[in-house]
């Protein structure tokens, strides 16, 4: 991959770093830049072609540094901003891009900007850059719509003077209102400001979210808001997610990337249906978007069929790469979705801290090494997040007086929230220094199961996760072919398929052993198969005959 190479992006491996719980090199508990650059090697070892940065930015972490104070420094926690211009340097220099999130829905409360909307009386310009509104009722006592926040709770909060401010979060993460110039500007400011620096891309944080209906009056929505999604509404036309108008605010932003040489990336986090998530990947907007069904379906080769075909076909027509990822800083990690029963209620279970349903975790592993090497083979970007390259679990079972994520107060302790795929990582087996994630313990507990699934654990060891990734991303390099897929031939529970140099790859997601196709065996999630026949749950890379 050439450093100058445009379409880098278009069949990358892109690995999510959660700084916090990446590496700590200070001692505070905390992860941070100069630990995220010590152990760049691990990246550079496991073959990603970049790393993609969750918010490292100056906040008072309301939403786990998703309520940004200020867009265009480091937190000091975390850093400085030569930390992190060595960081990218280093990162350059192992060949890797760098990617970060950028949060352009709202700001921290924080921010200066909302601290000078405080003290401004209403229809101030001030007010202007943030969304606020006189409030229903006699007096202004009741909030101006009944939108309701993504993590529970209604969507406004008043402030003294008596009137409202939007917060599709929680209360310390006020709207922007994009309809004011001001903000927009500040935004292509901020992009050129990490452009400048060295960034080569961006992670766009509810980017379906940015553009909203705010003439009077403003509309009700009803019952059923979770995520905002009304499928019952015409397509655009919903009041604050994924309205048309939104497109018009990236193809502005796709001037300033296009400035760059090589241009810029971006991938929009825009949970909207496959038939939207389109537009937001034209060659004139963001580029790529993140398809979010393929993580959420599950272990079905028919409807895993289904939503491949559909995501390619998407992905073609918006003159994109399709996206393919299994887990994140926001779900549950695949490795524990995959060991319960289809169909089961996540936030249940994590409610029962992991208990019911049991979890068949030898299941789950075993799925979960067979669904990364179904991903990899396919073509296009995949995305891997933090740590599931060992095989890392969910820790479902932290204690209500650890859980730091904001989800679990603001829904009245009814949804646990995300702190468990967040939990620092293992790097070393002894738990002492927190398996080695650093010398001053750890922000969220780590359990002892890590101690065998640390880096060092597995290092070297033949047939362990972090060996399976390696050999798998070093192969993928190898063997990738454009960006075409064949299906082949085979039964209702087994996927199958090729690739244009002659790549195949087989997922068996029945409960039986089924005949193996042809070819030279690659690479096997598990064992290698036996007799001919490929074990339930299991994936193998071919090479077919006569190639």
């Not at 038939?275 to 034209?282: D, M, N, P, T």
């Not at 887990?327 to 249940?348: I, K, Y």
């Not at 064949?486 to 690739?499: E, Q």
Request: net charge negative; with cysteine; glycine share 10%.
């Amino acid at each position: 991959m050439s450093p100058q190479d445009p379409d880098w992006w278009r069949q990358a491996v892109i690995y999510q770093v959660y700084p916090r719980s990446y590496a700590d090199a200070d001692g505070d508990g905390i992860g941070d830049l100069p630990g995220l650059t010590r152990r760049l090697d691990h990246l550079a070892a496991l073959g990603v072609d970049a790393v993609w940065l969750s918010p490292f930015y100056p906040s008072e972490l309301k939403d786990g540094g998703y309520d940004v104070a200020d867009f265009r420094d480091v937190d000091p926690r975390l850093g400085t901003l030569d930390d992190f211009d060595a960081m990218v340097a280093e990162a350059h220099g192992l060949g890797i891009k760098v990617i970060v999130d950028i949060v352009p829905n709202h700001s921290s409360d924080q921010h200066v900007w909302f601290q000078e909307a405080l003290k401004s009386p209403p229809g101030s310009a001030a007010r202007d850059r943030y969304v606020f509104r006189d409030g229903r009722g006699e007096h202004g006592e009741l909030p101006p719509t009944d939108w309701e926040a993504n993590f529970g709770g209604n969507a406004w909060r008043r402030v003294p003077d008596g009137q409202w401010y939007l917060h599709l979060f929680t209360p310390e993460q006020p709207d922007f209102n994009w309809d004011n110039e001001e903000v927009r500007a500040d935004f292509r400011t901020t992009l050129r400001f990490w452009s400048d620096r060295g960034v080569d891309g961006f992670r766009v944080d509810v980017a379906h979210g940015l553009a909203k209906d705010l003439a009077e009056p403003l509309r009700d929505l009803g019952p059923a808001q979770y995520r905002g999604l009304h499928d019952d509404l015409p397509d655009g036309t919903h009041p604050f997610y994924d309205r048309d108008a939104v497109h018009e605010i990236f193809r502005d932003w796709r001037t300033v990337l296009d400035a760059y040489d090589p241009p810029r990336i971006a991938v929009a986090e825009a949970w909207v249906k496959n038939s939207r998530r389109v537009l937001y990947a034209k060659p004139d907007e963001l580029g790529q978007a993140f398809n979010f069904e393929y993580l959420e379906t599950g272990w079905s080769a028919p409807r895993l069929r289904e939503v491949i075909g559909a995501s390619l076909e998407t992905a073609r027509a918006a003159g994109a790469s399709a996206t393919w990822v299994l887990s994140n800083h926001d779900v549950v990690r695949h490795t524990s979705r995959l060991a319960l029963p289809e169909g089961a209620d996540l936030q249940a279970w994590l409610l029962s801290d992991g208990t019911e349903p049991a979890v068949d975790a030898a299941l789950g592993l075993r799925r979960a090494r067979a669904a990364t090497l179904l991903m990899l083979a396919l073509p296009g970007s995949s995305y891997l997040y933090q740590g599931e390259e060992l095989g890392l679990p969910e820790v479902a079972d932290l204690a209500r007086a650890d859980l730091q994520d904001p989800v679990w107060e603001q829904t009245g302790h009814g949804r646990k929230g995300r702190d468990g795929c967040r939990v620092p990582l293992p790097w070393t087996s002894d738990a002492a220094g927190s398996y080695g994630f650093g010398p001053g313990g750890s922000w969220l507990p780590q359990p002892p199961v890590f101690a065998e699934l640390s880096v060092e654990a597995q290092d070297g060891v033949a047939g362990s996760t972090l060996e399976l990734y390696r050999e798998a991303l070093k192969l993928r390099r190898k063997v990738q072919g454009d960006e075409s897929l064949t299906w082949f031939s085979s039964p209702d529970d087994v996927l199958h398929f090729g690739r244009s140099s002659g790549w195949q790859c087989v997922t068996n997601l029945s409960s039986a052993p089924v005949p193996l196709p042809e070819g030279e065996l690659l690479l096997s999630s598990g064992e290698s198969p036996a007799d001919g026949e490929l074990p339930p749950d299991a994936t193998v890379w071919l090479r077919a005959p006569g190639v």
